[in-house]
């Protein structure tokens, strides 16, 4: 089957990884579902040799992805939240925002960013599709509109009169742009949205950091698309977008905050030129960074396979740290089961007493670690380990991804 790329059209050739056909990350089980068929799709890496977007097909609908019991709730993460606090306390200051502005998050989850907004007495808005976490943002006192982000909902917007008539101060998206579908559709309602002097901010885990560290497990299918400021800096203008401002962040691998506005008067930082010379350097928009991602990510599994079964050799009980979407895509592209990793621990409660899917490995909640005698714990979520590993002191605690490492 032939693909098309979801910017331009382009017609997609080979895949530069295949990982195997795995569930959807997010997607896990109860007990009740253990007997039933799971549904898999084909985890395919594209990348578009015009526009050089890299990309997943749209094998899974998004509506089928981000489902009323959608699992993953911002708020888990004590980093991540305090990661919100600052941006929304630095953006207030650059921005000079009051009580007289407006701003707007998309993919707003449990309310993790906007209640400080709300605490500030700034007017806001979060946009959530997925009920249980817009439920959760509601009872921060986050007003949420449960729909999906595009150019007719921001005219709803306005015309129901939940934004200013000429547009938002402020709209933030914070690593959503990479699970939208139609990234057209979404580059135009943030032009829509915006007043003439307004700015957007947006988050992604950047495509260099993926390539040049091995970052595979960070690609599933809630991914639709995986970002470069070069790729961004095209999208944009066709919208008549400017990028004015980005800068390098530690979350989620290394990540880029990427400011944007339709005002055509505002100065361009340094940053944004260096940070498309280093893309341009590394050779972003040609196949040679992608050539040895298949094989760098099977030295990755062959590694973490041949640690698992020596330990099984040993009678080691081993374990894992958080029930992340990137740990089933390393688990599943490794063939792991429950033989190999007993049971796997987490902080949310959204995620305890269920399966991972896929492997079927069981979720616990962290009292698990104290009731059994666990050798080893590998963590999943490699990209918080500074924030696990003073939860978990004096504990084996092993990472795989960049590298395998013993913490």
Known sequence: MKFK??????????????????????????????????????LRLFVCEKCWLPQL????????????????????SSSW????????????????????????EIASNDGYLLQHVKNMQIPCLGIEPTKKTADQAEKKGVKTIRRFFGENLVSDLK?????????VDLLIANNVLAHVPNIN???????????????????????????????FDTIYHEHYSYLSLSFLKRLTTQFELIIFDVQKISTHGGSLRVFMTLDKGKKISNNVTEILTE????????LSPFKNLQSNSEIIKNNFLR???????????????????????????SGVKSDLIKFIVDKSSSKQDKFMPGSLIPIYSQDALENNPINKIIVFPWNIIDEISKQLKNRELYTFIPSFKKW
């Not at 509506?63 to 709730?73: G, I, K, S």
């Not at 939240?81 to 707007?104: G, P, T, Y």
């Open 5 to 42: 790329c979801r910017h331009c059209f382009n017609k997609l050739n080979e895949p530069i990884l295949d990982l195997g056909n795995q569930p959807p990350s997010n997607a896990y089980l109860t007990n009740e579902q253990l007997n039933q068929r799971e549904v898999t799709y084909p």
């Open 57 to 76: 097909p749209e094998y899974a609908k998004a509506n089928d992805l981000f489902t009323e019991d959608y699992a993953y709730f911002s708020s888990t």
């Open 81 to 104: 939240c305090n990661h919100a606090k600052i941006f929304v306390e630095d953006s207030v200051k650059r921005f000079n925002l009051d009580k007289s502005s407006f701003i707007v």
């Open 159 to 167: 015309n129901e009169k939940l934004i200013p008539e000429i547009g």
């Open 185 to 215: 559709d979404f580059m135009m309602g943030v032009s829509k949205i915006l007043n003439k002097h307004g700015t957007c901010s947006i988050e992604f885990p950047h495509l260099l950091n993926l390539l040049k560290y091995n970052q």
């Open 279 to 286: 893309e341009k350097e590394f050779g972003m928009e040609s």
């Open 307 to 333: 640690f698992l079964l020596k330990a099984k050799e040993k009678n080691e009980i081993v374990c894992g740290y958080g029930a992340a979407a990137k740990a089933n895509t390393l688990l599943n592209f």
